[in-house]
């Protein structure tokens, strides 16, 4: 993205010295020319062009409307990621840069990547507003806590790289750097395989949905009082108060934190909050295990049919 930011800098920084550089010359030269030559000389009465009018405002706008739709194509092309990224976690906290591979390698202000592919960082923050900054790679965003937000980036050559937090945030904010180190591909996966791994953030995420028993619930074979999460990230979630909305990492961020908040069509609001009861590295394994369940094994009956009783009748299902 680097050239293009640039592209569009050099453009607005050469307009506006062409631009301060002919009005100020303008400013002299007619200083001089029209200069009072005696004490009794007036000025000559004028009365308006419309064509200078038409001009000094036509011009104007067509350059800033270059400016606008440049500026915006570049904007979106940062905005939305490419699909088949590399996707790695950040979470911000006072103050350090924690990174969390999707095979399970953890780095503190240490940030690494193969070259030449996209990757993308799904950052959050666990205290206060950040921003993650890479300004080789003209990559920023607010880091924001209660949020996923995306960005990515492509690097073009190995290196190390600044990351800065561009927000600040307490004491230690101009402390809060960090190295995104880009790799050649052989060497990230030998880095990438190098240890210390705890088996990929999926499977912590399915120990934790075990251990926090939420698989009593939210089982896959449509008899759990939850609904099946089995094929449910990126899906369309019919809601009962009639909306819908998509099952992205936000969405499911809040159903753990804050499950009133967005009742499934044809379930209670049975679930307990689990604010406060785990960190944001689990929420981001149970979002990726939600992520990795694939799909479902049958299409959902509508929800009006009664639940079949359990065949042991240990539990009853309070789905409508
Ligand atoms: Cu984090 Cu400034």
Known sequence: MAARVDALYFFLLAISVFFSLLIAGLIVYYAVKYRRRSPQSVGAPMHGSLLLELGW?????????VIFVWGASVYFAMASPPDGTLNIYVVGKQWMWKFQHLDGQREINELHVPVGRDVKLITTSEDVIHDFF???????????????????????????????????????????????????????????????????????????FLDLACVTCHRADLQGRGPVLQGLFGKTVALQNGETIVADEGYIRESILNPGAKITAGFQPIMPSFQGLITEEQLLQLIEYVKSLGAQPETPPARQTPPTAPASGETTPVRK
């Open 57 to 65: 405002t036509v011009v104007p706008l067509m350059i800033t409307m």
């Open 134 to 208: 890479v300004p080789a790679f003209r990559v920023k965003a607010d880091v924001l806590p209660g949020r996923y937000v995306s960005i990515w980036f492509h690097a073009t050559r190995p290196g190390r790289y600044h990351i800065m937090c561009a927000e600040y945030c307490g004491t230690r904010h101009s402390g809060m750097t960090g190295e995104v180190i880009v790799m050649e591909p052989s060497e990230y996966q030998s880095w990438l395989s190098g240890g210390m791994a705890e088996g990929s953030l999926a499977s912590a995420g399915e120990k934790l």
